[in-house]
Structure formats: structure tokens, C-alpha cells
């Protein structure tokens, strides 16, 4: 018996959400614990500066604390940061420059801890841009006011800072990217997981909505594969989903999506499309399908629900409908296409 579609996806979106829930508090409470121990410190800086006169390095730290701050409030409200994380750079930068030049040398060492964390903040091609600016501030200071030696020797040391972090921080970027791919993706079909429908759908609806593209769904389930795993086991049942993808994929464009929503079952989503050039390709996905002899003995064959995108359809109502129409396909004799007719 088919698990219904529409309990699975309801399911899945409830996943989803924990999920989300338990990442946002993972995520963002070292930022905090950084970003709140850059403030305190700097304010403090900002009152010493103050003290001894410097009122203008004094205003900028107070600046710069201001604008870190107005950004962490931000983000804890899940809002888009309204300072851009350069110009909080910049003035970190300015800060930093103005303390070594008139104030002490030996603020140089200052420039370690915020070579790590502007890796950390901003993308690595910009980090970079804001390294040589480092590099060239720190070289003029420290040639000009201590001796070549210990001036080489920092400007060397900072470098190698530099450059070992950038090297981790890249590391870290392309294994972050890795696990994200690993994570909305299945691994035995390499279609994407049932979490990442729901995202997916309501963007097309609110493209219909909006500018009226039309988007299509077709619900893919392969026929008897019970008996397939009966019949031939499990591990043939496994390269007769992973044969069966991969006509799919073979067979679609760049901009569709298909989606692993239950054991057998996918669904492919496909933007701007009508819903007689779905149906052509409904049909040619269940042709070559059937055609290819996957299993020497048995048909291996596809029945596909069509349903379109329609202005003030729900997701799930959407999805219900491919899944009332390949209900009728299967009831029809399965191996065919059907669509979801459209009421007057
Ligand atoms: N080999 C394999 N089998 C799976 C996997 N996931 C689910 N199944 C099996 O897929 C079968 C689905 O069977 P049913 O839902 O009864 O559907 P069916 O036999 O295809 O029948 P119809 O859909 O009505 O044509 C079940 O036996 C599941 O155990 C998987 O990842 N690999």
C-alpha cells in the first residue's frame, strides 16, 4: 500500500523545521560570544582613547562598537545585517592604523587576532583586498618607527597568519559546501530530499502568482517495485531506482528539479513550462523507461501524475493533485501518464 504523498510531504516539513530550529542556536552563539567579546573590548578602548585625549580614535571605536552592535541585533532578529560587513572592516581598519601611528607601535600585535577574524566575516577574495591594506599599514608603521629587523620579522610573521588561516578558512568553506550538497541530497539516487520540496514549490507558487510563469509537477512511481524486490531482492531493487534516476536525469533540463519524496516515488519540478509540453515529456520519461529492459525478465515501468501550478493553489493541494492523478494512472493499468484536468 502507497504511503499517501501528502502525509509524507506534511512529515517532511515538520523535520524540516526542528531541524532549522536546532541549527539557528548552533550557529550563531559562538558569532555572539566573538562579536560581544570584540565590543567590549574595543568600547573599552574607546574610554581609554577618551581619557588620554585621542578623541577622534575614541569616537571611531565607539563608532565601530555602534555599528557592530545595530548588525548583531540584526541578525539575532533573522533580519539582512543594514551595515555592509566592509565598512565595519574599513573602520576596524582606520582604527587600527590611527592607534599604531599616534598612539603605540606596539598596537601592531592587534593585527594577528583581526587578520583571523576578518577570514571569518567577510567572503575570502575580499579578505584578501583587506590583508594587502593590512600588510602595506603595518610595513610603513613598523619600518618608520622601529628597526628593519623586528619590522621584517613582523611583517613576515603577519603574512604567515595570513596566509595559514586563509588556507584553513578555504578548507572549511569547500567542506562546508560538501556536507550542504551531502545533506539536501539522497545518496543512493542523487535526487534531492524530500526537505527541500516544500522551499522549492513555494517559490513557484508565488512566481505564478506574481508574474504568471507556470511551473509543473509530475509524481513518478515505479510499478510493482515490490515485487521487483520480491522477486529479485533488495540490492536489485537499489540499481533499479539508481537506473531509473539516472534516465531521468538524462533526460531533463539543467533547471528541473527531481525529488526523492518516498521509497519509490519521486517528483519533478519544472519551471516555465505548459502542461502539453509536460506531457510530452512525461511521456518520453516513461518510454525510455520501459523500453530500456532494466531487469532481463520483469518490465520495469513508470505510472506519472501531472499537475500544474495554478495562482492560488496550496502546496499541498498542488501536490494532492498529482497524487489524485497518478492514482488514476496507476488504476488505469499503470506503465501511462495522467494529468490532473483543470475545473472550469
Ligand atoms: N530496494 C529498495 N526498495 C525500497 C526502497 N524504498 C522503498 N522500497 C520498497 O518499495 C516498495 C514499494 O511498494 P508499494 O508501495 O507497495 O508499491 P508498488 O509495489 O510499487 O506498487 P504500485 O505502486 O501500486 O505499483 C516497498 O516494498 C518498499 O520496501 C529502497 O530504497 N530500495
Known amino acids: 500500500m502507497r504511503m499517501g504523498i501528502l502525509e509524507k510531504f506534511q512529515q517532511t ?13 548552533g550557529s550563531k552563539t559562538p558569532l555572539y560570544i566573538i562579536l560581544g567579546l570584540a565590543c567590549s573590548l ?14 577622534l580614535l575614541a569616537s571611531l571605536l565607539g563608532l565601530f562598537t555602534l555599528l557592530v552592535l545595530i548588525d ?19 573602520l576596524l581598519l582606520i582604527c587600527l592604523g590611527l592607534t599604531i601611528h599616534q598612539v603605540d607601535i606596539s598596537a601592531i600585535f592587534w593585527a594577528f587576532p583581526i587578520a583571523i577574524a576578518i577570514l571569518y566575516i567577510v567572503p575570502l577574495k575580499t579578505a584578501m583586498f583587506f590583508f594587502s591594506l593590512m600588510l ?6 613598523t619600518f618608520t618607527q ?9 611583517c613576515v610573521a603577519l603574512s604567515l597568519t595570513m596566509f595559514i588561516s586563509s588556507l ?6 569547500r567542506l562546508q559546501r560538501s556536507l ?3 545533506s539536501i541530497r539522497d545518496p543512493m ?4 530530499n524530500r526537505r527541500q520540496l516544500s522551499s522549492h514549490l513555494s517559490n513557484c507558487l508565488a512566481r505564478k502568482q506574481r508574474h504568471g510563469i507556470d511551473s509543473v509537477i509530475l509524481l513518478l512511481d515505479i510499478d510493482h517495485f515490490k515485487q521487483i524486490n520480491d522477486t529479485y531482492g533488495h540490492a536489485m531493487g537499489d540499481r533499479v531506482l539508481k537506473r531509473v534516476t539516472q534516465t531521468i536525469f538524462n533526460q531533463i533540463r539543467e533547471t528541473d528539479l527531481l525529488f526523492r519524496v518516498g521509497g519509490e516515488e519521486f517528483i519533478l519540478l519544472m519551471h516555465d513550462i505548459d502542461l502539453l509540453s509536460a506531457r510530452r515529456v512525461a511521456e518520453k520519461l516513461r518510454l525510455s523507461i520501459s523500453e530500456q529492459a532494466i531487469l532481463d525478465h520483469y518490465p520495469v515501468t513508470v505510472s506519472i501524475g501531472i499537475s500544474m501550478a495554478l495562482p492560488h493553489i496550496k502546496e499541498d493541494d498542488w501536490i494532492r493533485q498529482a497524487d489524485s492523478a497518478l492514482y488514476n494512472a496507476k488504476d488505469g493499468g499503470r506503465n501511462r501518464v495522467s494529468y490532473h484536468e483543470v475545473s472550469a
Open 13 to 25: 516539513i515538520c523535520e524540516h523545521e526542528a531541524e532549522v530550529a536546532v541549527l539557528f542556536t
Open 42 to 55: 574595543l568600547l573599552s578602548l574607546a574610554v581609554k582613547n577618551f581619557l588620554f585625549d585621542h578623541y
Open 72 to 90: 548583531v541585533i540584526a541578525l539575532h532578529k533573522g533580519k539582512t545585517i543594514p551595515i555592509h560587513t566592509n565598512i565595519v572592516v574599513t
Open 136 to 141: 602595506a599599514l603595518v610595513g610603513v608603521e
Open 146 to 154: 622601529v628597526d628593519s629587523s623586528t619590522a621584517l620579522r613582523t
Open 168 to 173: 584553513i578558512a578555504q578548507h572549511m568553506r
Open 180 to 182: 550542504k550538497e551531502e
Open 189 to 192: 539516487t542523487n535526487a534531492l
